[in-house]
């Protein structure tokens, strides 16, 4: 039992860089203790990134810990080496069979304390005393004992290799470049370890900063759960106090309400979650094969780095982080306004609404990912279509509604719509009855002559000068104008020219929380003729202006 503590604190005692005896002990301030020369040696190297780390723990220090040599720890190992702490017991110093071998030693062999990388050959304490005595073996390198140092050895010329050959990209003697490699790119081990280095610090500076994105990108995640689970919860509340100011029969609605908003909830903070552990996955396996790196750019045997390089330098494809694309706008709120509208239309409830407030929900989405595309087929953008009927109270008093307000005229003779706040005075012009969130595509079919297509924000004005209330001439609506064959687009009164197929039809593609608005000439095919980029604040309504005199517009029917 006493040899056994003997040989325990021996390692106890031992610097993990040198792997001898502590000399001048410091202890940095994670605790762990070393040579001074050989943690100022070790820190020297890193005085360029001004980052310091501890060689065992890898805990990091700014700025460069100041060393104190630790006397009482000094005094201690002092005391142990008198008391036989270098001699330890006979037995546990012969090599086993999982041990290096001295290679100078005769019938039972000694552990090995060092390999000389020049020497080829291993060596205990006792028979390693002339590398550190002798001049003739001052430049022999040393490293940690090890029983690979035969594959040092060039099996074609029995010559040490200490050259590479770039062209074939292996390890060669000096005589394979006169053969086998002659006239290849070579180079000595140590110019091609040197420059390997570089490759790796950078594929370790590139692994620390994925460490750092990943890890941000967790802590955003985990705030945009806590965000929608609150918006959610407040979106559950308004619409309950909402619901029962209602009669009886909505209170069935007002349960169905609650579940999709949970429903949703429970879906994106699943999917959010999800990334969160494939995000943390990554991360741990960053750090394992950062940790992998960093023993490998310790390696003092330029053939074993040379060898392992390859296997280890290898990253996996990192998590496609693209969807992480968050708008923080609003995720369950529209659901509030839905509802808000439907307790002032009772009628329309149970016919129209109810639709709406159900595709509000399920647009909630917080990872905006690549599913969520724009379509590229009619096809693809009919799932989205949205039964759009015009709103009589909103109607310039110089056009008729028919065919269940689907339908508009500009014609010559007033209409007797009753007088509303909500009407058009001077413009000839109507906005729909339907607010328009989520995802929602329309078709207008017009004859006749020239009109403006157009979406806009329910406050904007309805009386005064045209660029207060006409569509496109303000910063509350936006608006495709189709007038003497020509198209143009028009927001805030700023027009641009736009260019495509003429057709008596044109589709609309709103995607309100992407903040994308989209014309489309449609016929046979759709062709794009204009798109924009913005930020919807409010739901938005559709709407058509009728330049000349006759001309009809039709919200058609796509289902």
Not at 110 to 127: G, Q, T, W
Request: hydrophobic fraction near 30%; aromatic fraction near 8%.
């Amino acid at each position: 039992m006493a040899q056994q503590g003997a040989q325990l604190d021996r390692e106890n005692f031992s610097c993990s860089i040198c792997l001898d005896l502590l000399k001048d002990p410091v202890t940095i301030p994670c605790g762990h203790s070393y040579c001074m020369s050989c943690i100022n040696n070790f820190w020297d190297k890193d005085d360029e990134k001004e980052i310091y780390s501890c060689p065992q723990c890898r805990q990091t220090f700014t700025p460069r810990p100041f060393l104190v040599k630790n006397t009482m720890f000094a005094a201690l190992v002092e005391q142990l080496k008198k008391t036989g702490l270098q001699a330890a017991p006979a037995d546990l110093c012969y090599a086993g069979p999982e041990d290096v071998a001295c290679d100078v030693c005769t019938g039972r062999k000694l552990k090995a304390l060092k390999s000389c990388l020049v020497c080829l050959a291993s060596y205990c304490e006792k028979h390693l005393q002339p590398h550190y005595e002798s001049p003739t073996f001052k430049k022999h390198k040393l490293v940690g004992p090890s029983q690979k140092l035969q594959e040092n050895i060039c099996s074609r010329h029995d010559e040490v290799m200490k050259m590479f050959c770039r062209t074939d990209q292996q390890i060669i003697c000096y005589l394979c470049p006169v053969d086998e490699h002659k006239g290849h790119d070579t180079v000595s081990a140590a110019v091609e370890r040197t420059e390997r280095q570089r490759e790796l610090e950078v594929s370790r500076l590139n692994i620390q900063q994925r460490i750092q994105d990943r890890e941000k990108d967790v802590k955003l995640l985990q705030q945009e759960v806590e965000a929608v689970s609150l918006s959610a919860d407040k979106a559950v509340e308004d619409s309950e106090k909402i619901f029962t100011e209602l009669i009886h029969h909505l209170q069935k609605r007002s349960s169905d309400a609650k579940q999709q908003i949970r429903s949703q909830q429970e879906a994106e903070v699943s999917r959010v979650k999800e990334l969160q552990e494939k995000l943390q996955q990554e991360i741990t396996e960053l750090k394992r094969k950062d940790t992998e790196l960093k023993q490998l750019s310790h390696t003092e045997d330029h053939n074993q780095f040379l060898h392992n390089y390859p296997s280890v330098s290898q990253l996996s494809e990192p998590t496609d982080s693209s969807s992480i694309n968050i708008r923080p706008l609003r995720y369950f709120e529209d659901v509030t306004a839905a509802v808000s509208e439907l307790r002032d239309k009772l009628q329309d409830i149970l016919r129209d609404k109810w639709t709406n407030i159900s595709l509000t929900v399920t647009e909630v989405d917080v990872l905006l990912s690549n599913s969520k595309a724009e379509p590229k087929t009619r096809a693809g953008f009919l799932q989205y279509s949205h039964e759009i009927t015009l709103d009589p109270n909103t109607a310039f008093t110089w056009l008729l509604l028919s065919e269940g307000n689907r339908n508009v005229k500009r014609i010559h003779q007033q209409q007797s719509y009753s007088s509303h706040p909500d009407i058009f005075i001077g413009s000839y012009q109507v906005l729909s009855r339907e607010s328009l969130t989520g995802r929602c595509y329309w078709e207008v079919e017009w004859r006749g002559g020239g009109l403006r297509v157009a979406v806009a924000y329910k406050n904007i004005s309805r009386a005064g000068g045209s660029n207060e209330c006409g569509f496109g001439l303000n910063d509350k609506s936006w608006a495709l104008r189709f007038y003497n064959n020509c198209y143009t687009f028009w927001f805030n009164n700023i027009s641009t020219p736009v260019s495509g197929p003429h057709s008596s039809r044109l589709g609309v593609y709103l995607d309100h929380r992407a903040g994308i608005l989209s014309f489309y000439s449609v016929s046979e095919t759709m062709t794009l003729l204009h798109r924009v980029q913005t930020t919807f604040t409010e739901p938005l309504y559709a709407g058509v202006w009728l330049l000349d005199s006759g001309v009809t517009a039709e919200f058609c029917k796509l289902k």
